[in-house]
């Protein structure tokens, strides 16, 4: 077959290109989730990593997000301006700042969370417990080679 002739089993052969797909498949539902808790993805992603790994720096979360460190500034002000993060500390040129989850922010991950959880529940995502450990297991590996 040539290189350049497409077929539905040509794409369906190729990993990364399925993993697209794939998450187009459940980025509306974990959109839809996360709205009814009046967050974003990576808004989520950021409250989690805190309660992981508290006084974390802006650098670090976009790093544990992946994300630019550009772009974690901006969600930091949105989540200190709604008083779900806290800053520690004065800041200022050169000196960093950690941030923190205040009680509210507390609060919202631990309703968002239990969300999240049900909604990686392997049956409702039409997998075997141990498809879902698997799966998990290549994705952290994936993700692992791209860093």
Same mark, same amino acid.
């Given at each position: 077959?040539?290189?350049?002739t497409?077929t539905s089993?040509?794409l369906?052969s190729?990993p990364?290109?399925?993993?697209?797909?794939?998450?187009h498949a459940?980025?509306h539902?974990?959109?839809?989730?996360?709205?009814?808790?009046g967050l974003?993805p990576?808004q989520?992603?950021?409250l989690a990593? !805190?309660a992981?790994?508290?006084? *974390?720096?802006?650098?670090?979360? %976009? @790093?544990r997000? =992946?994300v630019?460190?550009?772009?974690?500034?901006?969600?930091?002000t949105?989540?200190?301006?709604?008083g779900?993060?806290e800053?520690?500390?004065e800041?200022g040129r050169?000196?960093?700042v950690?941030i923190r989850?205040?009680?509210a922010g507390r609060r919202?991950?631990? !309703?968002a969370?239990?969300?999240? *959880?049900?909604f990686?529940?392997? %049956? @409702?995502l039409? =997998?075997?417990?141990?498809?879902?450990?698997?799966?998990?297991?290549l994705?952290?590996k994936l993700i692992?080679s791209r860093a």
């Amino acid at each position: 077959m040539d290189e350049r002739t497409w077929t539905s089993d040509r794409l369906d052969s190729l990993p990364a290109w399925t993993l697209v797909r794939a998450y187009h498949a459940v980025a509306h539902g974990f959109t839809e989730l996360f709205e009814q808790h009046g967050l974003t993805p990576v808004q989520f992603g950021v409250l989690a990593q !805190l309660a992981a790994g508290p006084d *974390l720096l802006q650098s670090e979360l %976009a @790093r544990r997000v =992946l994300v630019r460190p550009q772009s974690m500034a901006a969600v930091i002000t949105q989540l200190v301006q709604r008083g779900l993060l806290e800053r520690r500390g004065e800041g200022g040129r050169g000196r960093p700042v950690p941030i923190r989850l205040t009680a509210a922010g507390r609060r919202t991950l631990e !309703l968002a969370g239990s969300s999240v *959880l049900e909604f990686n529940d392997p %049956a @409702r995502l039409g =997998l075997e417990p141990y498809e879902a450990g698997m799966l998990n297991a290549l994705l952290h590996k994936l993700i692992g080679s791209r860093a």
